[in-house]
């Protein structure tokens, strides 16, 4: 079965530059979750879309921006980059109950941010 | 309010012995309960999810996990360990009928070790 997408798997940036992260949901999941996962730490929830509208927000913090796209893949802008930015970064994707769906949520690999 | 509690950050077993991973919740409704595998460096992967049906719930690659009310627990097991067991493992809660990732709360994580 097809899983959730992200790329790029390993992203090496310099401090304060910008990255983009993608990531692409299950086929017919019309909700995308990002979190951010630094080292030895749980998940922590930054933001996510319904139906390409902002559907919730987290600890998400001003440099970070998102969006969802018209085909449901949606990106997740770095700018401003710190090196406590370094981290595993996931996205989740899941079909919403209101359109019959469960509160499940699938995750992909994850990006492996590293901020030097 | 909504938490939940891993009792052990470490487990280890020996190959073909059972496995036990500890989870007590808090929840001011009846939860939605779910256990993640996550193998180094790759995403989380989903074992099982209780929703209220069924209380013993069976999951993916031999593991299960009984729901208990009274106990407010939902520990995983597992009849005999393998070596590729070896991985973090989150127990995670989300109230009923809400969909928003905000309110999903991921335990602190437990590492299963597996001695040969």
């Known amino acids: 079965a097809a899983g959730v997408i992200q790329s790029p798997r390993h992203l090496i940036k310099e401090k304060r530059e910008t990255a983009t992260l993608k990531c692409y949901p299950i086929?017919?999941?019309?909700?995308v979750y990002w979190y951010q996962q630094g080292p030895g730490q749980d998940p922590q929830f930054l933001i996510s879309?319904?139906?390409?509208?902002?559907?919730d927000k987290g600890s998400i913090p001003d440099r970070f921006s998102a969006q969802q796209f018209s085909d449901y893949h949606s990106e997740l802008n770095m700018s401003s980059l710190e090196l406590g930015d370094s981290a595993l970064y996931f996205c989740?994707?899941?079909?919403?109950?209101?359109?019959?769906?469960?509160?499940?949520?699938?995750f992909g690999p994850g990006t492996r941010l590293t901020v030097l | 309010a909504q938490s939940v509690t891993q009792l052990d950050s470490h487990v280890s077993v020996s190959e073909g012995t059972p496995v036990l991973l500890r989870c007590n919740y808090s929840?001011?409704?009846?939860?939605?309960l779910f256990w993640y595998v996550q193998h180094p460096n790759k995403g989380l992967q989903l074992l099982l999810k209780y929703t209220s049906a069924a209380t013993l719930v069976k999951g993916i690659n031999g593991f299960e996990a009984e729901f208990k009310k009274s106990e407010t627990s939902f520990h995983l097991t597992k009849p005999s360990a393998h070596m590729s067991d070896a991985a973090e493992y989150f127990c995670v809660v989300t109230p009923p009928g809400y969909s928003s990732a905000s309110k999903i709360i991921f335990g602190s994580g437990t590492r299963l070790s597996i001695r040969p």
């Open positions: 086929p017919r999941h019309d909700t």
């Open positions: 879309f319904y139906e390409k509208m902002q559907s």
């Open positions: 989740a994707s899941s079909l919403d109950k209101g359109t019959g769906g469960t509160d499940t949520q699938y």
């Open positions: 929840s001011s409704y009846s939860p939605s």
